[in-house]
């Protein structure tokens, strides 16, 4: 009967698993829910006309959905659909590596911004370790991830040291343009989350989710692109466009 329980536990949904200050249903105002035909992925808004999200998630048919909570739940109010007149992942980005996992989509117009839909800024400086960050993304029901995630989390982690990612992570080159947060060791037990989640540090976007063996709102250390090494190229995007 205990190893039942015990079984039971483990498998429930990975919010519930572990919670380093985690916080469920309080959708950030600058989080964007990436729709697609195939996976979805999260965004950030950094303009009314721009979203920044990972390379990897140049998906066919991207819906860009702001002022979501449940993107199971077809009746929310609030709700920003815009379309989209451009994806512009970085022009180094390649599929086969997580450097330069990075791209910018520009709307085709602007959206509304009011208390559910806010813009994040970008940084100014370099962040340092140890700084607590709050990485925000969907989960999956274990039970039934056929269906669109229902589970908005939040979670509290800080930036680790470089040394510490490289023995979370042996076998990656950890660049200066990456940030690694989380806890070692990560558990890595079973999830399923909605991939580029965004790492917002003092009200400031430090990062972007480009790979993690684990799950991040578990606190299983992940990799993130490091924003303030791209501002020149996102500037300048932006600008051409």
């Not at 429930?12 to 992925?41: E, H, I, Q, W």
């Not at 999830?191 to 580029?196: F, H, I, Q, R």
């Amino acid at each position: 009967m205990n190893f039942i329980l015990f079984w039971a536990l483990l498998n429930l949904p990975v919010a519930l698993a572990f919670d380093p200050d985690y916080r469920n249903g309080m959708t950030p105002p600058y989080l964007v829910y990436l729709k697609s035909d195939y996976l979805p992925c999260v965004g950030a808004l950094i303009h009314p006309l721009w979203v920044i999200t990972a390379a990897h998630c140049n998906l066919p048919k991207l819906q860009v959905m702001l002022g979501v909570t449940n993107p199971s739940n077809n009746n929310e109010k609030d709700i920003q659909v815009v379309g989209y007149e451009k994806m512009i992942p970085h022009p180094y980005f390649s599929i086969t590596s997580i450097e330069h996992d990075l791209m910018l989509i520009k709307l085709r117009e602007s959206v509304e911004l009011n208390d559910y839909v806010k813009l994040v800024d970008l940084p100014e400086e370099r962040v340092r370790e140890e700084t607590m960050c709050m990485v925000s993304t969907w989960a999956y029901n274990l039970c039934d991830d056929y269906k669109e995630p229902d589970s908005l989390q939040n979670v509290n982690i800080s930036i680790i040291y470089r040394s510490e990612c490289l023995e979370a992570y042996k076998t990656y080159r950890i660049q200066e343009s990456m940030l690694c947060l989380g806890i070692v060791p990560g558990r890595r037990l079973p999830c399923k989350e909605v991939t580029a989640a965004p790492a917002v540090c003092n009200g400031v976007l430090q990062g972007i989710l480009t790979f993690t063996d684990g799950c991040v709102l578990r606190a299983d250390v992940g990799i993130y692109t490091r924003i303030f090494k791209y501002l020149s190229w996102i500037r300048h995007t932006m600008e051409s466009y």
